[in-house]
């Protein structure tokens, strides 16, 4: 019974607030998220970027590891989208990125937070890292088919990601009021971005259900296959295990569908946006599966 009640602890929150910006949306379609991905794309992520990693006792060889493990999870979800969009006749390169890039920031770091504290949250923050990396590097060059250095310059969140692996790899200590100012910042962005979600899903449009859904199940059923696989493969264990299995069963994370609209044609970006909505409405129902077996088995 104690499981139980922890596992709601962990959900309905971000559940809840997801539901809350969905409503929103809802009632006021003009409503505007653009603050919301200013904010969060050049101060509120790079300052919890900074933050869970510095912070929370991640280590720097902790950070390496799970860096490498969630590289190495994404080339064993690269290689089950390419599968699947050949078997649908789909675009494999343009429509990859929501099978490939999960939802590791909006909803994975809370899910992470509440289900392992602020240990975990550092471990998932490193995954988060790579998932970013590639949002603006293998992200655009499939949506666009070419890359782009002026892209890659401009994110904010890597230089959160170079400032924290500066401080891990000296050991500096963080000055209180960095570690204050960048607390209030983190918690800040979680709720914000877990609002703008619940706004995005309130106007994205599934143009085909049966190829949605397919692809959506593959993103949220076989992504934590594909960790679990991980997991036993290189006999991890402990809270850090249990947050790389919660992280690789995250539906697809909306950025892809921003990135997409800016670079793919519009019965690319279409098939992208049904994805996203199929594979989160699906994570309603998949996530507390895994976050139960997460905090039954990895503690």
């Known amino acids: 019974m ?18 809350v910006g969905y409503y929103l949306g809802r009632k006021n379609p003009e409503i505007s998220t653009d603050f919301i991905t200013t904010f969060a794309g050049n101060v509120g992520t790079p300052a919890m970027i900074f933050y869970t990693i510095t912070t929370t006792g991640v280590t720097l060889s902790v950070f390496t590891e799970y860096f490498i493990y969630a590289l190495v999870i994404i080339g064993g979800f690269s290689l089950v989208g390419i599968i699947f969009l050949l078997l649908l006749k789909k675009d494999f390169i343009s429509e990859l990125p929501p099978l490939i890039l999960p939802n590791t920031g909006n909803m994975g770091i809370p899910i992470c937070l509440f289900a392992y504290g602020t240990a975990g949250l550092g471990v998932a923050s490193a995954i988060a890292s790579v998932i970013i990396l590639l949002h603006f590097t293998l992200g655009v060059l499939l949506a666009k088919k070419s890359f782009s250095f002026e892209i890659l310059i401009k994110n904010m969140p890597i230089y959160g990601i170079i400032v924290s ?27 914000l971005v877990l609002m703008s979600l619940g706004i995005a899903l309130s106007r994205l449009k599934v143009v085909s259900w049966t190829h949605a859904s397919i692809l959506g199940a ?34 697809s994370a909306v950025l892809t569908y921003l990135v997409g609209s800016m670079y793919s044609e519009k019965r690319v970006v279409d098939s992208v946006a049904s994805v996203i909505v199929t594979s989160t409405v699906m994570s309603f129902f998949t996530i507390p599966i895994v976050v139960y077996y997460s905090l039954k088995y990895f503690q």
Do not use: H
Request: aromatic share 20%; with cysteine.
């Open 218 to 251: 593959v993103r949220v059923i076989i992504g934590p296959f594909i960790g679990f696989g991980l997991i036993k493969f290189f006999n991890l264990d402990g809270f850090a295990a249990g947050v790389l299995l919660i992280q690789s069963c995250m539906p």
């Open 2 to 19: 104690e499981l139980y009640l922890k596992l709601i602890d962990v959900i309905a929150p971000v559940f809840f607030v997801i539901g």
């Open 165 to 191: 692996v500066i401080f891990l790899y000296f050991e500096w200590d963080v000055p209180g009021y960095l570690e204050n100012t960048t607390f209030l910042l983190t918690y800040a962005t979680i709720f």
